[in-house]
């Protein structure tokens, strides 16, 4: 009995070819020792991995790599790994979000150009779950991710500290006289005290959430500690999940659909997720041609109660999630809101994934009853100083700051800001609207997360801890206080940011979605004829970059990556 022939797969057109080029292909792989059946035909993964010793989040993906492969074996598949530029947020100049658009690229053209049948993205630290996500998207081959997981609690003086939000707090106490130099250092070891991610509500934390939430991972992606082994255990069963993937020609446009980004938008807002997941599932949709829009944040999202009692929104931390349920509890809270009926990567829908998910303690995760903030999403503000949007998160903001009208003190830079911030004689109380301009994606360039301006000590040390702060930068997921990012178009644009003067009036009215700016159409006019446009890059990524990079409503990618090209095999090398 003749024994069938397997089905033909991509990787076939490199390793199926019995002439000169396919000996090519399959000899200088055996060079590194592997078999000859290993090319039978059998589902090549690739492994698409940001591991980096510069990107700390990351720097155990090589032992999670290890993990995935033998999930690849056991079912059947031939897995490969591969790098791609790794993006870590703590050390990368001026901003990780500069390169995302860039790592985007190297993902793929690396899968596009290379023999691989189905891939697995290995991200964690903020911006390498975006960039792995959107480059993948544009080839839209059987893809899952799998998250690197959060860091263990950090523990400072017999008290829980946060990632970053115990940063922000405590180098405020120390510019307020309430916590020494020494104290503050003290903590460095403390906070950060295994591998993973931030262990705070954060960006790496919120994206790993919205990889779940859409479906494009295993379900307990978002929480699980990285130090935990059931990391290991969930790496392995990814493995083995995305060669049946492969074998089922499950492709990442089977799950990112409109539901999939619906359903996302809902679930950031119940765990009180960072602003930036707004700019990156707008990209993601973009590279799908998912029709989403700034307008949907608003419409979908901010009227959803938060239910997650986590920093910097509320107490616990990401362990404590991992605890009470994780993600799934969420899921199965909000599920009312959802589209059950989506696709997820195991085969199965949104709904059966997590209807009969337990929570275990509702302190961290409460009730749609009962929540830890009522209608809490982010929500969008407009006016004719943000005509085209901007964001606020209002969990993390004071409540009184919500409806705010005050005197605009403008820093043109943010070289400006620190030279001047902490000036006692900077003309600047409580009740002024702080705005930094020219931090948007052409203007820093790459979009900082800078937003969350320190307040100056003359307010600090009045006990006050919280003042409006505008600008068209971001802000770090861990980060808090009444700030308004995104302010699109941004000042480097020519956008209304970069025609604010000191003492001009700006009034905030979040409830009514309001942010506008007390100064005359004719007044602007002539101001804007004042205004003259930043010199732009010379030469590299940057110049590349700060020439095709859309505005903060679209998602800052290039506009010459909207869309998506496949994963056409391209013509031969030889």
Known sequence: MDTPKPPFRRSHAWFGKQDRDGFVHRSWLKNQGYPHDLLDGRPIIGICNTWSELTPCNGHFRELAEFVKRGVYEAGGFPLEFPVMSLGETQLRPTAMLFRNLASMDVEESIR???????????????????????????????????????????????????????????????????????????????????????????????????????MSLPENAALPAADTRR?????????????????????????????????????????????????????????????????????????????????????????????????????????????DALTANGKTLRENVEAAPCYNREVIKTMDEPFIPAAGIAVVRGNLAPDGAVIKPSAASPHLLTHRGRAVVFSSIEDFHARIDDPDLDIDENCVMVLQNCGPRGYPGMAEVGNMPLPPKVLQKGITDMVRISDARMSGTAYGTVVLHTSPEAAAGGPLALVRNGDMIELNVPERKLHLDVSDEELAIRRAAWAAPEKPARGYYKLYVDHVQQAHLGADLDFLVGKSGAGVPRDSH
């Not at 295994?194 to 954060?202: D, L, V």
Request: hydrophobic share 40%.
């Open 232 to 340: 290991n255990r969930l790496a392995q069963l990814t493995g083995r999940r995305i060669v049946e993937m492969v074998k089922q020609d499950i492709r990442m446009s089977q799950i990112l659909t409109r539901e999939a980004f619906e359903n996302a938008i809902r679930t950031n807002a119940a765990i009180g997720g960072s602003t930036n997941a707004v700019i990156h599932l707008l990209a993601v949709a973009g590279r799908m041609g998912i029709p989403l829009t700034l307008d949907d944040w608003d419409k979908l999202g901010s009227e959803v109660n938060c239910l997650l009692n986590l920093q910097p929104s509320g107490q616990y931390l990401m362990e404590d999630f991992c605890y009470a349920g994780g993600l799934p509890a969420v899921l199965r809270e909000i599920l009312p809101l959802l589209h059950g």
């Open 113 to 215: 150009g290379n023999p691989i049948d189905g891939v697995v993205l290995l991200m964690g630290c903020d911006k390498t779950t975006p960039s792995l996500l959107m480059g993948a998207a544009s080839c839209d081959l059987p893809t899952i991710g799998l998250s690197g997981g959060p860091m263990l609690n950090g523990k400072f003086r017999g008290k829980d500290v946060g990632s970053g939000t115990g940063v922000w707090k405590m180098s405020e106490m120390v510019r307020a006289g309430e916590m020494t130099m020494q104290e503050f250092t003290s903590c460095e070891s403390d906070m950060h005290r295994s591998k993973g991610s931030c262990m705070t509500m954060g960006t790496a934390s919120t994206m790993a959430s919205m990889v779940e939430a859409l479906g």
